[in-house]
């Protein structure tokens, strides 16, 4: 048995072309291409795609191989998964020479052997670098091909790093060398998982809404950082994959990508005291700037609902026509499909998931830490998270939202501060009774959307100077009567939100 170590790249059309370039200050012992014709084979009720294993049968060079690769883990894109390959002198997968312990326990490997039938293939040209860095040895594997079943396929552009032996982070080493170039992603889904979808046997990315996760009171601290920091990264690069599988797809997915990316920055500030000051800071620079890239989704969920249905929201406006044409002035400004995509695969991106990924792999929050640091990282989360909590209900209600009263600018002005207080809560509410922290947090969720809505009308503030004078008058006061009853609601929702007893008190 092997286990795979490697790193998973999607990549654009044009690395292959500068791949030589850029791996010529490295030592290449051996370079070589090939030609990788693979089927991929599994019962019709998906006996081995339930235990997430994989088997396929690989032609290369007049030779056939067998291979199964079993259940691993994953942290970004960096993959580990038990490994088994075995040579055969027939097109036909033979379960009977794996070793039987190989299998989970009751596993009737006799029976999935008599059902088992080609689902998918995939077809490729593989260009294949050995780099050696002293003691480690490193594939580096570009493909260009198709995955195909029956009438459908599927482009293949990937770059897999594979580490062959010694020191993993090394492997890290030259992968941030290369993203440093730009057009790499880190891939979170192999090319057996795109065949399945395509042979109508994988599930589609769903859309997900972020969920608390699950706490007890014996959790420790290190515990829960880490199940945070794994949670707020997969859900961001689940939402990467869903966009990118469907690119214009509703801007639901970006948005969830959004509380993906501040989930993984919280929780490297509610944690901050307890690791070592080797988490690299730039992170939250790097995580400052995607939220900033991201912060006109706002904006164009603003103008989508404004704008839907031909401007049914402003059907009560004679000058709706004329305000529906400057609204959708405003969406074409906004960063279009290329601009998100040339997001995605941004060096400064690319880096910052890379940069993630090793940290979380290493362990390098222990690394240096002082005696009290590590005593805090071992105790219960429980205390932490009653501070913490306080902290940021004391920062919300020492804000604006805490004055008698405010007005729309001034609501607006908090949007941040509250999203940033409720990602607190979600962090930590599974400690707590869950009757006693959704009737506390579900006033201030209203109260968010209370503020989004009021938000929305900016638009429409902004497109006044440019109608005609009856016009502008029409929607002046269309507006101040809009202003005027969200801004009454809100009122009467905070003061009453602020009488509540916090759940963690």
């Given at each position: 048995?092997?286990?795979?170590?490697?790193?998973?790249?999607?990549?654009?059309?044009?690395?292959?072309?500068?791949?030589?370039?850029?791996?010529?200050?490295?030592?290449?012992?051996?370079?070589?291409?090939?030609?990788?014709?693979?089927?991929?084979?599994?019962?019709?009720?998906?006996?081995?795609?339930?235990?997430?294993?994989?088997?396929?049968?690989?032609?290369?060079?007049?030779?056939?191989?067998?291979?199964?690769?079993?259940?691993?883990?994953?942290?970004?894109?960096?993959?580990?998964?038990?490994?088994?390959?075995?040579?055969?002198?027939?097109?036909?997968?033979?379960?009977?020479?794996?070793?039987?312990?190989?299998?989970?326990?009751?596993?009737?490997?006799?029976?999935?052997?008599?059902?088992?039938?080609?689902?998918?293939?995939?077809?490729?040209?593989?260009?294949?670098?050995?780099?050696?860095?002293?003691?480690?040895?490193?594939?580096?594997?570009?493909?260009?091909?198709?995955?195909?079943?029956?009438?459908?396929?599927?482009?293949?552009?990937?770059?897999?790093?594979?580490?062959?032996?010694?020191?993993?982070?090394?492997?890290?080493?030259?992968?941030?060398?290369?993203?440093?170039?730009?057009?790499?992603?880190?891939?979170?889904?192999?090319?057996?998982?795109?065949?399945?979808?395509?042979?109508?046997?994988?599930?589609?990315?769903?859309?997900?809404?972020?969920?608390?996760?699950?706490?007890?009171?014996?959790?420790?601290?290190?515990?829960?950082?880490?199940?945070?920091?794994?949670?707020?990264?997969?859900?961001?690069?689940?939402?990467?994959?869903?966009?990118?599988?469907?690119?214009?797809?509703?801007?639901?997915?970006?948005?969830?990508?959004?509380?993906?990316?501040?989930?993984?920055?919280?929780?490297?500030?509610?944690?901050?005291?307890?690791?070592?000051?080797?988490?690299?800071?730039?992170?939250?620079?790097?995580?400052?700037?995607?939220?900033?890239?991201?912060?006109?989704?706002?904006?164009?969920?603003?103008?989508?609902?404004?704008?839907?249905?031909?401007?049914?929201?402003?059907?009560?406006?004679?000058?709706?026509?004329?305000?529906?044409?400057?609204?959708?002035?405003?969406?074409?400004?906004?960063?279009?499909?290329?601009?998100?995509?040339?997001?995605?695969?941004?060096?400064?991106?690319?880096?910052?998931?890379?940069?993630?990924?090793?940290?979380?792999?290493?362990?390098?929050?222990?690394?240096?830490?002082?005696?009290?640091?590590?005593?805090?990282?071992?105790?219960?989360?429980?205390?932490?998270?009653?501070?913490?909590?306080?902290?940021?209900?004391?920062?919300?209600?020492?804000?604006?939202?805490?004055?008698?009263?405010?007005?729309?600018?001034?609501?607006?002005?908090?949007?941040?501060?509250?999203?940033?207080?409720?990602m607190v809560g979600l962090c930590f509410s599974t400690l707590y009774?869950?009757?006693?922290?959704?009737?506390?947090?579900?006033?201030?969720?209203?109260?968010?959307?209370?503020?989004?809505?009021?938000?929305?009308?900016?638009?429409?503030?902004?497109?006044?100077?440019?109608?005609?004078?009856?016009?502008?008058?029409?929607?002046?006061?269309?507006?101040?009567?809009?202003?005027?009853?969200?801004?009454?609601?809100?009122?009467?929702?905070?003061?009453?939100?602020?009488?509540?007893?916090?759940?963690?008190?």
């Amino acid at each position: 048995m092997d286990t795979e170590i490697e790193l998973k790249f999607l990549v654009t059309p044009e690395v292959g072309s500068q791949l030589p370039t850029l791996l010529q200050p490295y030592h290449i012992s051996q370079h070589d291409q090939q030609h990788l014709a693979n089927t991929y084979f599994d019962t019709a009720d998906l006996a081995l795609g339930s235990i997430k294993a994989g088997l396929r049968i690989r032609s290369q060079n007049g030779h056939m191989e067998q291979t199964v690769k079993l259940a691993g883990s994953q942290v970004g894109g960096l993959h580990q998964r038990p490994e088994y390959n075995v040579p055969l002198t027939v097109h036909s997968p033979d379960l009977s020479l794996f070793a039987a312990d190989i299998w989970p326990k009751g596993m009737q490997v006799e029976q999935v052997q008599q059902h088992l039938q080609s689902l998918f293939s995939t077809d490729f040209l593989r260009k294949r670098w050995l780099i050696t860095m002293g003691d480690t040895e490193i594939e580096l594997a570009l493909d260009a091909g198709e995955v195909q079943s029956g009438y459908q396929r599927e482009a293949i552009h990937e770059l897999e790093l594979e580490l062959v032996k010694g020191d993993v982070s090394q492997l890290f080493e030259l992968a941030d060398a290369l993203v440093k170039a730009g057009g790499l992603r880190l891939g979170a889904v192999s090319k057996a998982q795109r065949g399945y979808r395509l042979a109508g046997f994988g599930v589609a990315p769903q859309l997900q809404m972020l969920e608390p996760l699950p706490l007890t009171q014996t959790d420790h601290c290190e515990q829960t950082m880490v199940a945070l920091l794994h949670k707020g990264l997969a859900h961001w690069q689940h939402h990467e994959e869903g966009w990118l599988a469907e690119p214009g797809a509703r801007l639901d997915w970006l948005m969830q990508l959004r509380e993906g990316v501040s989930l993984v920055h919280q929780t490297l500030l509610l944690f901050n005291d307890q690791v070592s000051h080797r988490v690299n800071s730039g992170w939250i620079d790097d995580l400052l700037w995607l939220q900033q890239q991201l912060s006109w989704l706002d904006r164009a969920q603003m103008l989508a609902y404004l704008t839907a249905d031909k401007g049914h929201y402003l059907r009560r406006l004679e000058c709706q026509l004329s305000v529906l044409d400057l609204l959708e002035d405003q969406l074409q400004q906004l960063p279009n499909e290329a601009d998100i995509e040339a997001l995605f695969y941004s060096a400064r991106y690319g880096r910052l998931m890379l940069g993630l990924t090793h940290w979380l792999y290493r362990q390098d929050w222990r690394a240096g830490l002082a005696a009290e640091q590590s005593k805090q990282l071992a105790a219960p989360v429980a205390d932490l998270a009653q501070q913490r909590l306080d902290e940021s209900w004391q920062v919300l209600r020492h804000s604006a939202l805490g004055e008698p009263s405010l007005s729309e600018a001034r609501y607006i002005q908090q949007k941040g501060k509250l999203r940033r207080n409720l990602m607190v809560g979600l962090c930590f509410s599974t400690l707590y009774s869950k009757a006693d922290s959704i009737s506390f947090r579900m006033p201030w969720l209203d109260i968010l959307r209370g503020i989004e809505d009021l938000d929305m009308l900016s638009p429409l503030t902004e497109v006044q100077e440019s109608l005609s004078e009856s016009e502008a008058v029409e929607l002046a006061a269309w507006l101040e009567r809009k202003q005027q009853f969200l801004l009454e609601a809100l009122e009467q929702s905070r003061r009453q939100a602020l009488l509540l007893t916090p759940y963690w008190q």
